[in-house]
């Protein structure tokens, strides 16, 4: 599976390729993994091992510059649009 088809995995509630916010949070909260969790604090919580400052929660995130402006000119959604189309299941 590609990057994407992954994350799309691990959101979509009823597997059928769209992901809705709900199915976001519903996906987040099913899928809590402790280990994940306290590796996140151990790889990026460097003021305190209990605490992460916003700082340390920005570094966390790592978005591509083309990423964002595709969210804001709506190109974003042309290309999932797209991908899909192209796809067989």
């Known amino acids: ?3 994407l088809q992954q994350h799309v995995a691990f ?4 597997n059928n390729y769209i992901v809705y916010p709900w199915g976001t949070y519903t996906g987040h909260c099913y899928r809590y ?5 306290e590796s996140m604090f151990s790889k990026y919580a460097k003021t305190k091992p209990d605490k992460l400052t916003f700082v340390e929660i920005w570094n966390m995130t790592y978005v591509v510059k083309e990423a964002v ?7 974003l959604f ?7 189309k192209n796809k067989t299941y």
């Open 69 to 75: 402006r595709s969210c804001f000119d709506g190109s």
């Open 11 to 14: 959101f979509d509630q009823d």
């Open 1 to 3: 599976m590609s990057v």
């Open 33 to 37: 993994m402790p280990t994940q969790f």
């Open 78 to 84: 042309n290309y999932f649009a797209k991908m899909n």
